[in-house]
């Protein structure tokens, strides 16, 4: 059985920092790229960032500079370091893992809000 528990969400402050994590059962974790998503309601789900098996990272320009993306392919945890957090970032995250366009699977998200 697959599963994608992400955890780590919460109200912080403008300014603040959060990391979410992402455990992985039920695959191989280690061939996968891993992603951060969000969503706010009525929009799309956007990428946020994303990091290969080998480590290589992109991100999203509106946070690049801010978010780092990490991942344990032993631990079968992927992270997403957020600094410098801001009202704009409020949003429900959500882990993905990806091997082809017919082979995602999603997590169940989890709530970041930022507010003073």
């Known amino acids: 059985q697959v599963q994608l528990v992400e955890s780590g969400g919460a109200l912080v402050q403008p300014g603040g920092s959060l990391r979410l994590s992402c455990v992985g059962s039920?695959?191989?974790?280690?061939?996968?790229?891993m992603k951060w998503y969000r969503q706010t309601p009525g929009k799309e789900r956007d990428l946020v960032a994303l990091?290969?098996?080998?480590?290589?990272?992109d991100y999203d320009a509106t946070v690049k500079g801010r978010f780092t993306i990490t991942r344990e392919n032993a631990e079968r945890t992927v992270w997403l370091q957020m600094n410098s957090l801001k009202p704009e970032d409020t949003a429900v995250y959500f882990c993905?893992?990806?091997?082809?366009?017919?082979?995602?699977?999603w997590g169940q998200g989890t709530q970041v809000t930022v507010s003073s």
């Open positions: 993905s893992a990806t091997l082809s366009a017919h082979d995602i699977f």
């Open positions: 039920g695959f191989n974790f280690g061939s996968y790229v």
């Open positions: 990091i290969t098996p080998f480590g290589s990272t």
